[in-house]
């Protein structure tokens, strides 16, 4: 009966959709909406892909950054300053030209706008010619450069409240009509200047997981995201698309002992159990990772030793030998950790290896892996509780409690923002606080590198440098546990190319290369 209604609210959506679904339209299920609205200075395509909006860089299948808007861009000498030249033949789907003065305007407007869209680092966007801007800085930071890579730009003479709901740029796709927690429609945008899609007009519906896989069933939709337990299933004249991505989910610890501090909100810091280096090792050895990922994600999705696996400031020889319960167990002994009672936690000093592993309640896949890894830790004498609670709820409780998170960027700055002790306990950013000046020193170098690739051999250090380090090797601050795979359903005769590697599930990430999607 579920499945039934799920199908006659399927129906009503796609009746709503201006005319009828056209034999050539694509009809993609793959969640995403932006609630709050599609204005890059507020937040929309930080993870990439704006779709509405151009950016002035952006990456290739292989991950290349390769240019946009920008002809050129490049760093000074004095670390701070972006110079960027942008084309001279781009246009807003007004039809108006897009000029340095937008490019100038989305930058300064971003950095204080106040949305998710982190700008902190901005000092000023300076026009200093009829193509050129200068992007100055307040500091050195090396991964600024991928703010070019995902901040949309907007027009200025367009841009206000309204425009959220009813975005202008000058990417690939215009928005036709959003009907909120429904549906949307877009159209290929005739004055785009880079390669022009095949595929004219594009419906998203935005429905659950189960009207979703119905629908596809049906025959009703082109493309289905779908979670691992779903992608082991057949469909009709679908084949699955299985994208490799740095989605990755792992627990965080709190480092530091609970001494009854609060944080602003009333939340306790710390916690006596966690904040021991040697339990939070032995957990990172007790876990298997291949068993979790070939029993809760149904084999789609790889092995997670750290935040940034496979990725160019990956340290791969940090990476351990888990699912060694043995090991774990002689890392507790040696650290005080004893069995007192056989069956029961261990104890240290009269504490005992108990401690709360929260999960959001309404994440299913986080579930699985918490009572997973509870499991596993049980039977080396660690005893979590395993609680879901809502991300309300997390937010009170992600200083003194080991918490389920899931992370993944293009950007290593996501390993700045989850180590550095400077910002401990600033929301989710090193909730744990976590404190080691070595791995500060590591990431504040990387920051002020001045090229990409001179910041590589410090975010890899500050993982592991053959002493210390954030990895399981070293502080273990993190129990890493997997990296997704994401999957979808894919209707036969449609080609969607080859999808660049994913980060964390924000907006429509698959769509990042749909100007080379075609029916064949």
């Not at 507790?332 to 029961?344: C, I, Q, R």
Request: hydrophobic residues 40%; aromatic residues 10%.
């Amino acid at each position: 009966m579920c499945m039934k209604r799920s199908m006659i609210f399927l129906v009503a959506v796609l009746c709503l959709v201006t005319g009828s679904v056209q034999a050539k339209d694509l009809v993609l299920a793959i969640g995403g909406e932006s609630r709050t609205g599609y204005d890059p200075t507020l937040g929309w395509g930080r993870y990439g892909n704006p779709l509405f909006q151009s950016t002035l860089l952006k990456r290739d299948a292989a991950m290349k950054v390769v240019p946009d808007l920008a002809r050129s861009w490049k760093l000074k000498a004095d670390k701070v300053t972006w110079m960027v030249t942008i084309r001279d033949d781009a246009k807003f789907s007004d039809g108006t030209p897009v000029t340095v003065t937008d490019v100038a305007y989305t930058f300064n407007t971003a950095r204080h706008a106040g949305g998710s869209y982190d700008m902190t680092e901005l000092d000023e966007a300076v026009v200093t010619g009829p193509y050129s801007l200068e992007l100055r800085l307040k500091e050195p930071r090396i991964t600024f450069v991928h703010r070019l890579i995902t901040l949309g730009i907007v027009p200025e003479h367009l841009h206000g409240p309204d425009y959220a709901r009813n975005p202008v740029g000058s990417g690939p796709y215009t928005l036709v009509r959003w009907a909120e927690g429904e549906h949307m429609v877009v159209a290929a945008n005739p004055l785009y200047y880079g390669t022009k899609p095949t595929i004219k007009r594009v419906i998203f519906l935005f429905t659950d997981e189960e009207t979703s896989f119905a629908a596809a069933k049906a025959g009703q939709v082109d493309v289905v995201a779908v979670p691992p337990a779903l992608a082991v299933q057949k469909l009709p004249g679908m084949s699955l698309h299985p994208v490799i991505s740095v989605d990755n989910r792992g627990i965080m610890f709190p480092c530091v002992a609970d001494e009854g501090r609060v944080d602003p909100s009333g939340g306790r810091i710390g916690n006596d159990v966690t904040r021991d280096p040697a339990l939070r090792k032995a957990i990172n050895m007790a876990i298997d990772r291949g068993a979790l990922v070939a029993g809760v994600l149904e084999g789609y999705g790889r092995v997670a030793y750290g935040m940034a696996d496979d990725l160019p400031w990956d340290e791969s020889t940090a990476r351990i030998d888990d699912g060694d319960p043995v090991r774990a167990m002689a890392i507790l002994e040696a650290a005080g950790w004893h069995e007192v009672t056989k069956g029961a936690p261990r104890e240290k000093n009269g504490v005992k290896a108990v401690f709360p592993l929260v999960y959001p309640a309404s994440d299913s896949t986080r579930q699985a892996l918490a009572l997973a890894s509870a499991d596993m830790m049980r039977q080396v004498g660690i005893y979590p509780t395993v609680i879901g609670k809502s991300w309300d709820e997390i937010k009170r409780l992600n200083h003194s409690c080991a918490i389920l998170f899931g992370w993944g960027s293009h950007n290593p700055v996501e390993m700045y923002n989850l180590y550095h002790s400077s910002l401990s306990g600033q929301g989710h950013y090193n909730a744990g606080y976590y404190v080691n000046p070595v791995v500060d020193a590591y990431l504040d170098a990387a920051m002020a590198a001045d090229s990409v690739e001179a910041s590589l051999p410090f975010w890899k250090k500050s993982q592991w440098d053959g002493e210390t380090g954030t990895s399981a090797r070293g502080d273990a601050p993190w129990a890493w546990l997997v990296n997704l795979t994401h999957t979808y359903f894919v209707k036969e005769g449609l080609d969607v190319g080859v999808s660049q590697i994913e980060p964390h599930g924000h907006g429509w990430p698959i769509t990042a290369n749909i100007t080379e999607w075609r029916w064949r």
